[in-house]
């Protein structure tokens, strides 16, 4: 019997772990809020919210998916009629678990997992947005080469450093030249274009 990638299995088997995180699934459509052990918490967030994404398609397909995880079709009819609604604007995140005190019998690390219902605050969703926007800008923009990469790529090995003097040689003759066009400029009662 393989063992899960997220740690050891709940339950005997496969199928009753599965049965299980079904019937937390259920529990936590239904009343929104459960009080788990945290392993069992952990476990049942990627289950949920898969489930969440699926409801919000709300297509035939998706509804068929869900009824393989979720027995109850009222809840599955709950699901996609009233809590996929709420998570329209929201782009993934859609539980939440809260770590509580340990359990008093066992003394197992307890926690609460929660369907996340508060709406996104549009302040986040535009933080978000100018985020990405800088990334592609930053993405979008290609390297400027100056000219003297430009030149030592055109010339031979053996001639780039007769070619990297010639560019610097140029790149100053060409800074004497704005500056005193400046300073002819300031004399005539133009203003400096570099200021």
Excluded: C, W
Excluded at 44 to 58: D, N, Q, S, W, Y
Excluded at 118 to 128: D, F, H, L, W, Y
């Amino acid at each position: 019997m393989p063992t899960p990638p997220k740690g050891p299995r709940l339950g005997g088997s496969a199928a009753h772990e599965r049965h299980m995180l079904a019937n937390l699934a259920t529990a936590l459509f239904e009343h929104k809020k459960i009080t788990t052990t945290e392993h069992r918490a952990k476990r049942l967030r990627p289950v949920a919210e898969k489930l969440i994404t699926l409801a919000k398609r709300g297509d035939l397909a998706s509804r068929r998916k869900v009824l393989t995880t979720l027995s109850r079709k009222d809840i599955v009819a709950e699901l996609f009629e009233q809590t996929a609604q709420q998570f329209a604007e929201r782009n993934g995140g859609y539980t939440r678990i809260t770590k509580i005190g340990p359990r008093k019998g066992d003394n197992a690390p307890m926690a609460v997992i929660e369907l996340v219902l508060e709406p996104v605050s549009p302040k986040q969703a535009t933080v978000r947005e100018a985020e990405k926007a800088t990334e592609r800008a930053a993405k979008a923009t290609p390297v400027e080469k100056t000219p003297a990469a430009e030149a030592a790529e055109e010339t031979p090995a053996a001639e780039a450093p007769a070619a990297e003097a010639e560019a610097a040689e140029s790149s100053a003759e060409a800074a004497t030249e704005q500056a005193t066009d400046a300073e002819a400029g300031q004399a005539e009662g133009e203003p400096d274009p570099h200021a």
